[in-house]
């Protein structure tokens, strides 16, 4: 039962484009919302998040968008950078639980 | 000058073995976590501790257990060690226990032989 879904596996992006990554989510009671990136062999990074009372969190290059109605979550990242490529992971937690990950998409920048 | 900190990074121990992963952060958060991934690269939480509560997912068999002797530690023990336990087990921590950002370590690999 995958609450949080990742659809794409992979994603490949041009360096200097913009790169938007997907994300889903089934449980309504969802309050808060994160991106994650990780490296291999190394422990999640933190990214960006954004609560469920705003549809639109930016810092840097990195935009969070949600769209409650849908359900539906994305991260923007422009222009796109070679350190960008990662796995990109999407959580999501309800008050004080742990967070629900989604399987990830791995972000490929190329040159 | 680590946020989040695991020893030991690998672990290779026969099946039937105890053993312990030692997490550690030096942010001042209140709340601690332990995740697994598993070999399909799933990520899932497996408990959640503050010095005030302890919440366990309610998958999580009861041979695993955490230890938390301040609120800068929280240790993983694991009792009578499976083939199935073999995963990555990551700690992390967060300033509160609800809508804040968790800060992960580096992950310890399992391998259960």
């Known amino acids: 039962d995958q609450q949080v879904k990742q659809n794409s596996p992979s994603l490949s992006v041009q360096e200097g484009r913009i790169s938007i990554l997907n994300c889903d989510y089934t449980n309504s009671m969802f309050d808060y919302f994160l991106w994650y990136k990780k490296y291999p062999a190394e422990g999640p990074t933190f990214l960006i998040s954004i609560s469920s009372i705003k549809d639109k969190n930016e810092d840097g290059r990195f935009t969070v968008f949600l769209n409650k109605s849908a359900k539906h979550l994305s991260l923007h990242i422009v222009p796109s950078q070679p350190g960008d490529s990662a796995v990109y992971f999407c959580?999501?937690?309800?008050?004080?639980?742990?967070?629900?990950f989604g399987k990830g998409t791995h972000l490929i920048i190329q040159p | 000058d680590t946020a989040v900190s695991q020893t030991p990074k690998y672990l290779v121990t026969q099946m039937g073995n105890d053993k312990s992963i030692k997490c550690e952060q030096n942010?001042?958060?209140?709340?601690m976590y332990w995740y697994k991934q598993d070999s399909k690269k799933f990520l899932k939480i497996m408990f959640s501790y503050n010095n005030k509560e302890l919440i366990i997912n309610e998958t999580v068999p009861n041979r695993f257990s955490p230890k938390s002797p301040d609120k800068a530690h929280l240790n993983l023990h694991i009792n009578s060690l499976e083939l199935g336990d073999s995963a990555v087990y990551f700690c992390?921590?967060?300033?509160?226990?609800?809508?804040?950002?968790?800060?992960f370590g580096p992950g310890t690999r399992l391998t259960v032989l």
């Open positions: 959580a999501a937690s309800v008050r004080a639980d742990g967070l629900t």
């Open positions: 992390a921590s967060s300033l509160t226990s609800g809508g804040a950002a968790q800060y």
């Open positions: 942010l001042g958060h209140d709340t």
